[in-house]
């Protein structure tokens, strides 16, 4: 297994004790996982190619859903998710 692999399997059991530990600390180690999990998923890309690297952008994504459907929100509430056909 690389190395890039092997420290994705490690962002996902830090991500796994995170999540269990105190409520307080989720944001703070949810911004944590993002900083470092980017460039664990740009490793696997380059090392595994596009397909592991959508594997472990799945995984990443189901990991940290909180975080992306709270942008998410963010985005549609400012508007600019918005249909610009909605607005004519």
């Known amino acids: 297994m690389s190395l890039?692999?092997?420290l994705a399997c490690l962002w996902v059991v830090l991500a796994?004790?995170?999540a269990m530990g105190p409520q307080r600390w989720h944001w703070?180690?949810?911004w944590a996982l993002i900083a470092t999990g980017v460039p664990i998923l740009g490793g696997?890309?380059?090392q595994q190619g596009p397909i592991w690297g959508l594997v472990v952008l799945a995984a990443g994504m189901s990991?940290?859903?909180w975080p992306l459907r709270r942008l998410?929100?963010?985005l549609h509430a400012d508007g600019r998710l918005r249909d610009e056909?909605?607005?004519a």
């Open 28 to 30: 703070m180690a949810a």
């Open 63 to 65: 990991v940290l859903r």
């Open 4 to 6: 890039s692999l092997s």
């Open 44 to 46: 696997v890309t380059y």
């Open 72 to 74: 998410i929100q963010r």
């Open 85 to 87: 056909r909605q607005d």
């Open 16 to 18: 796994s004790v995170a």
